[in-house]
């Protein structure tokens, strides 16, 4: 393989929402050289590459940033870290204002104001973006981006970053990028189970399946502490096109309701977990199907739905289309999607300081990749972008450039080289996938257990996800695509095992459906209020308890 060395300031692993505003922040405050590697192409990757029509965290009039930080606080049951939100609630509307700045198109109600959807969100047009926060970042002098190469691993030497390490998915370039800072911002991890549309239709599910947690995985194998892996998302979504529910639940104020047409969300909490809970259990206990209900809403009503999801979930508006029904004349059927794990939503991710500093120096995480802070949606990723650029500025006043020692660079080049030479396999990555998605599956809580687990179950999993990991190291590729696969499917195994581990470690089931512990079904607040952190060492994921940062403390990193 060639090799392409390149020497910058910063590196930005991911070019999705907070890797756009975080190199847009550097080079508004500093000269500072910038590279941005993405596995795809800036103009359409990343959680917002098809477009959303709203943005769901912005602080409405009457309302504060610690209001914010409550309702996260609520929904999360108390395991959030009060100092992230609230760092990132305060930078909201900020952020918010700075799209429209850059064209976004917010819909404004009859007093020229943001048209607001409840009490934390207002209307958009946003089709267009992520093109138009790519457009911004391609107009930058100080800032490269490279497309389709994708980072397979980042240089630590002494808990120190050095850089990190990629393959040109389309040149075959092996690449060496040494930085003095980097920010990760690869995003959550989709794909560890097995999905609603499996086979053709497999790719048809709530988040972007060519997020892999390799930023994660990233962090795992070098030792960073990461945390709350056991508060899985799972999303409540439309059945067969699973797109968002939440357009029709707060746009149009659409209950869920049974096939008696009883409404049940009450009945079980109207919290994000509660909601998918509920949903399970009404099928199971025989009245499902399940939906939430649009019948009757106005001509306007459903003008307005056909509408916002063709700007985020055409399939949905085909749907009803196809159907010859509009929203109005049927209700929406629902259910549940299989978990995954994603800092945006929950409170999964690297364990970070307000700086979004991680525990190893000279890392930070913003995003969906970033822990602590769950309900980020758009404008918390931006946020993110934001206070870890910020932080990486000041950072680089008093430390220069790492190097990257010859000796990682030949052990990099030779694994990527052995993918590609091996002649011979018994399994393709495909079918090691699928194994994959079957064991978390059965017996870490996936669909077809109704999220439901034991320890029995997990200790299976995890000794199946071991052996699915030795199985990997021999597998062949025949071309740089297939290379980014054998790498996509090994970063989906490390997140899995972590997974598990955090599942097994949270002995207490409060987030029903997203850590369904059949062993602790009781609550037990003197163990909740804990966070559940991990670090690898030696091969073997060690847990750490946490305790619960009081309101108003702020939690920093010490060395």
């Not at 929904?75 to 870290?81: E, H, L, M, P, Q």
């Not at 508060?231 to 797109?243: G, H, S």
């Not at 910020?390 to 052990?411: K, M, P, R, W, Y």
């Amino acid at each position: 393989m060639d090799i392409k060395r390149i020497k910058t300031d910063v590196l930005i692993i991911g070019g999705g929402t907070a890797g756009c505003y975080a190199a847009m922040t550097i080079a508004e405050r500093s000269d500072k050289k910038v590279v941005i590697c993405e596995k795809a192409h800036i103009k359409r990757s990343g959680c917002l590459a098809a477009g959303v029509n709203a943005l769901n965290a912005y602080i409405v009039e009457g309302r504060t940033p610690q209001d914010y930080v409550d309702y996260c606080r609520n929904d999360a049951a108390g395991i959030v870290r009060e100092d992230l939100l609230l760092t990132m609630s305060e930078r909201l509307n900020a952020v918010t204002e700075r799209l429209e700045q850059l064209g976004l198109v917010i819909l404004k109600d009859e007093n020229g104001k943001y048209a607001a959807r409840g009490n934390r969100n207002i209307k958009i047009n946003g089709e267009n973006i992520k093109p138009l926060l790519a457009s911004a970042v391609q107009a930058l002098p100080d800032v490269t981006v490279l497309n389709r190469v994708n980072i397979t691993d980042i240089d630590v030497t002494d808990n120190r970053v050095n850089g990190a390490f990629g393959i040109g998915i389309e040149s075959g370039i092996f690449y060496v990028i040494e930085a003095a800072a980097v920010i990760i911002a690869t995003g959550g991890a989709a794909g560890l189970y097995k999905p609603n549309n499996p086979g053709f239709s497999r790719h048809k599910m709530w988040y972007p399946p060519f997020n892999t947690g390799a930023g994660y995985a990233m962090g795992i194998r070098h030792g960073a502490e990461m945390t709350t892996f056991e508060m899985r998302f799972i999303a409540l979504r439309c059945k067969d096109t699973i797109a968002p529910t939440g357009t029709l639940a707060q746009g149009v104020g659409a209950k869920q309701v049974n096939s008696l047409g009883e409404v049940y969300e009450t009945k079980y909490g109207l919290t994000t977990s509660e909601r998918v809970y509920g949903t399970v259990n009404e099928n199971q206990e025989g009245r499902g199907p399940c939906y939430l209900r649009t019948e009757g809403i106005t001509p306007e009503q459903d003008e307005s739905l056909l509408k916002a999801y063709l700007n985020m979930a055409p399939s949905q508006t085909l749907k009803w289309i196809e159907s010859g029904l509009a929203p109005s004349g049927q209700n929406v059927e629902i259910e549940g999607t299989e978990p995954y794990i994603v800092g945006g939503h929950t409170a999964s991710g690297f364990w970070v300081d307000t700086k979004r500093s991680t525990t190893i120096r000279g890392l930070y995480a913003a995003g969906d990749v970033a822990g602590g802070a769950p309900q980020k949606y758009v404008t918390g990723a931006l946020a993110e972008g934001e206070l870890a650029a910020v932080s990486v500025v000041e950072f680089l006043e008093s430390n220069d450039t790492s190097e990257i020692s010859e000796g990682s660079v030949q052990a990099q080049l030779e694994e990527a080289e052995r993918f590609l030479g091996e002649d011979h396999s018994l399994y393709s990555t495909e079918q090691l996938e699928e194994a994959m998605q079957t064991v978390m599956d059965s017996y870490a809580g996936g669909i077809k257990t109704n999220y439901r687990f034991n320890e029995k179950q997990l200790d299976i999993a995890d000794r199946k996800i071991r052996q699915l990991y030795a199985l990997s190291d021999s597998l062949h590729a025949d071309d740089p695509q297939e290379l980014m696969y054998i790498y996509e499917l090994r970063e989906r195994l490390v997140v899995c095992r972590s997974v598990i581990a955090h599942l097994k470690a949270r002995h207490e089931t409060r987030w029903h459906s997203f850590a369904e512990n059949l062993d602790y079904p009781e609550r037990d607040d003197k163990n909740w209020y804990k966070y559940v952190n991990s670090r690898l060492e030696n091969g073997e994921i060690k847990i750490i308890l946490r305790d619960i940062t009081e309101r108003g403390t702020v939690y920093e990193h010490s060395d």
